[in-house]
């Protein structure tokens, strides 16, 4: 039986797909190696896992359906990762219509084939960005999240509330992980902590919003593939507990669950460009500036159902996670 990841040449689809064979998993993977961001570092991504045994990849986009349904037509899937999805707050402003494309279209393009293939679990990615400009902190699976401000996180609140709506009707297990700003070896170049280390390096200026006020869960790499991994073994299941007079965002009477993925432990984002700066023993010149349109001024994850339902919490510190990330960043970018 198979495994598929969506995605799989993305930073947590790497990351996923390598703990997935290394357990001895089939897996495919797709990912449509678009160019939001340099496709090199996708397909550097990529040669990390062709010619894994096991492993096999296919370039696809999930917003093709024809080529979607094909590919379920010629594997035999069990269990999907879906991972694939157009990021990035800011993005969304300027480029809303791939929004809808990848992350809409997209997704029920994945749930349709599910409910054809009926796949024994769906685990999507959704974000910590749906909990909008909620103040109560740490965030908790429980909150209303029905305020979006921004498009991408607008689509991730969709994206639960379809899966919410296939399991109901087709009672297919779909597990939703918002995930805390990971971070780490192979990441994203069009996240801050990337492009931090890319300016410092060159000695060029970094622009630090909000005059570095804010303050974000960020989450290593490894601590977000044990909670993916960990929900994919553990398929959702009714809440035979659940009270119809008090709805839990993250709970339902159908085979349907929402996690949150984060560190649980925010850091200001001026402590998390000092972390950088040492890691990389030198200093950020900082261009300061307000904030920007779809931003939040904080986020901060409560794992507690998380851990509660696979006993996976996070374990990797901020030094250790960034020592790591910069000692990749140096060595990758050496060879090139």
Same mark, same amino acid.
């Given at each position: 039986?198979?495994?598929? @990841?969506?995605? &799989? =040449?993305?930073?947590?689809?790497?990351?996923?797909?390598?703990?997935?064979? +290394?357990? %001895? *998993?089939?897996? /495919?993977?797709?990912?449509?190696?678009?160019?939001?961001?340099?496709?090199?570092?996708?397909?550097?991504?990529?040669?990390?896992?062709?010619?894994?045994?096991?492993?096999?990849?296919?370039?696809?986009?999930?917003?093709?359906?024809?080529?979607?349904?094909?590919?379920?037509?010629?594997?035999?899937?069990?269990?999907? @990762?879906?991972? &694939? =999805?157009?990021?990035?707050?800011?993005?969304?402003?300027?480029?809303?219509? +791939?929004? %809808? *494309?990848?992350? /809409?279209?997209?997704?029920?393009?994945?749930?349709?084939?599910?409910?054809?293939?009926?796949?024994?679990?769906?685990?999507?990615?959704?974000?910590?960005?749906?909990?909008?400009?909620?103040?109560?902190?740490?965030?908790?699976?429980?909150?209303?999240?029905?305020?979006?401000?921004?498009?991408?996180?607008?689509?991730?609140?969709?994206?639960?509330?379809?899966?919410?709506?296939?399991?109901?009707?087709?009672?297919?297990?779909?597990? %939703?992980?918002?995930?805390?700003?990971?971070?780490?070896?192979?990441?994203?170049?069009?996240?801050?902590?990337?492009?931090?280390?890319?300016?410092?390096?060159?000695?060029?200026?970094?622009?630090?919003?909000?005059?570095?006020?804010?303050?974000?869960?960020?989450?290593?790499?490894?601590?977000?593939?044990?909670?993916?991994?960990?929900?994919?073994?553990?398929?959702?299941?009714?809440?035979?507990?659940?009270?119809?007079?008090?709805?839990?965002?993250?709970?339902?009477?159908?085979?349907?669950?929402?996690?949150?993925?984060?560190?649980?432990?925010?850091?200001?984002?001026?402590?998390?460009?000092?972390?950088?700066?040492?890691?990389?023993?030198?200093?950020?010149?900082?261009?300061?500036?307000?904030?920007?349109?779809?931003?939040?001024?904080?986020?901060?994850?409560?794992?507690?159902?998380?851990?509660?339902?696979?006993?996976?919490?996070?374990?990797?510190?901020?030094?250790?996670?960034?020592?790591?990330?910069?000692?990749?960043?140096?060595?990758?970018?050496?060879?090139?």
């Amino acid at each position: 039986m198979t495994v598929l @990841v969506t995605g &799989a =040449a993305g930073f947590i689809g790497l990351h996923t797909c390598q703990r997935l064979l +290394a357990r %001895g *998993e089939q897996v /495919l993977g797709i990912d449509s190696l678009n160019d939001y961001y340099d496709p090199t570092l996708k397909r550097d991504r990529l040669a990390l896992l062709e010619g894994s045994p096991g492993f096999r990849f296919q370039q696809l986009d999930v917003a093709n359906r024809s080529g979607l349904e094909a590919l379920f037509s010629q594997h035999q899937i069990d269990r999907i @990762v879906h991972l &694939a =999805a157009q990021a990035g707050v800011r993005y969304s402003i300027t480029h809303p219509h +791939a929004y %809808g *494309e990848a992350n /809409l279209t997209g997704f029920l393009n994945v749930l349709e084939c599910a409910r054809q293939a009926k796949v024994r679990h769906l685990v999507y990615a959704s974000s910590s960005s749906v909990y909008g400009g909620n103040e109560k902190m740490p965030f908790s699976e429980a909150d209303a999240v029905d305020h979006p401000v921004s498009l991408y996180a607008a689509t991730k609140k969709a994206n639960e509330v379809m899966a919410h709506t296939y399991s109901h009707l087709y009672r297919i297990p779909t597990t %939703g992980l918002r995930f805390f700003t990971v971070y780490g070896p192979w990441g994203r170049p069009d996240m801050a902590y990337f492009s931090f280390t890319k300016a410092i390096l060159e000695g060029k200026p970094i622009q630090v919003f909000n005059e570095g006020r804010m303050k974000r869960d960020f989450t290593y790499i490894d601590d977000i593939v044990d909670g993916v991994v960990a929900t994919l073994d553990r398929p959702a299941e009714p809440d035979n507990g659940f009270d119809g007079l008090k709805p839990h965002p993250g709970r339902s009477r159908a085979p349907y669950r929402v996690f949150n993925i984060g560190n649980q432990d925010p850091v200001q984002l001026g402590e998390f460009i000092a972390t950088i700066e040492a890691a990389l023993g030198k200093d950020a010149i900082k261009q300061m500036l307000p904030m920007q349109p779809g931003d939040v001024v904080a986020t901060y994850a409560d794992v507690t159902a998380l851990k509660a339902w696979t006993g996976v919490s996070p374990k990797t510190s901020l030094r250790e996670g960034i020592g790591k990330f910069a000692a990749w960043y140096r060595s990758y970018y050496a060879q090139r």
